[in-house]
């Protein structure tokens, strides 16, 4: 099985825009969908980016997704940042019957 | 779409615990269904899943569970439900019930959650 990793955490201040990457150990990043979750503290994870680049009704378009199989790894970026990003994200792909999550990125927004 | 988890708590090593979750808003029937745990300061990590019915209703689990849980459904309840036998206390976490998106071949992801459930295993 193939890992997802992410940075441990990033910063920013309002206003500015970010990027989380989330690279593939093994295998390509193109051979099946990335997806990115947002979770607030306390609260469930939501998705915010499905299907590589595509974004659910009521998330909004600040939140973009994109993959890059040169460097193999998969790309949220946040522009625009508000306080109420602030939150853990973690990418998310499959392979063989498997579901893998990277291991998250706290994302600080001051 | 609405999805309701049960049970969860206090068990020791070694011991069982059976966590439900009913859906609502969608159609169950049709809906793949997956189990994610966070595990203390650690992020996620999915659990396992079931087909639906219609597509052979087969389950897939995670390395670190395979043999020890249980993934199954009952449409008629419109309820999934994880059964925990062997339990470890890395086990121990919060426990979500998602409905999947499907895709071409076997390929998902959960894209709506329930609110967790809480399960400690410890002497």
């Known amino acids: 099985n193939f890992m997802l990793t992410q940075p441990h955490s990033v910063s920013e201040p309002p206003g500015k825009t970010v990027t989380i990457s989330c690279t593939r150990s093994?295998?390509?990043?193109?051979?099946?969908?990335v997806q990115w979750f947002q979770q607030r503290p306390g609260s469930s994870p939501s998705i915010v980016i499905f299907e590589d680049d595509q974004r659910p009704s009521g998330v909004p378009d600040r939140f973009s997704g994109s993959i890059d199989s040169s460097s193999n790894s998969a790309s949220l970026t946040i522009s625009g940042l508000r306080t109420e990003d602030e939150a853990d994200y973690y990418c998310q792909s499959y392979d063989f019957n498997n579901q893998v999550f990277g291991g998250g990125t706290k994302l600080t927004v001051l | 779409v609405q999805l309701m988890e049960s049970g969860g708590g206090l068990v020791k090593p070694g011991g069982s615990l059976r966590l439900s979750c009913e859906g609502s808003?969608?159609?169950?029937?049709?809906?793949?269904m997956s189990w994610v745990r966070q595990t203390p300061g650690k992020g996620l990590q999915w659990v396992g899943r079931?087909?639906?019915?219609?597509?052979?209703?087969?389950?897939d689990y995670a390395a670190p569970v395979k043999g020890r849980f249980i993934i199954s459904r009952d449409d008629f309840r419109n309820t999934v439900y994880l059964q925990m036998n062997s339990l470890k206390t890395e086990d121990t976490g919060v426990y979500y019930c998602a409905r999947d998106q499907h895709y071409s071949g076997s390929g998902s992801y959960p894209a709506y959650w329930g609110q967790g459930r809480l399960v400690t295993v410890s002497s």
């Open positions: 079931i087909k639906s019915e219609i597509d052979g209703g087969t389950t």
């Open positions: 808003g969608f159609s169950f029937n049709y809906a793949w």
């Open positions: 093994s295998g390509s990043i193109a051979s099946d969908y």
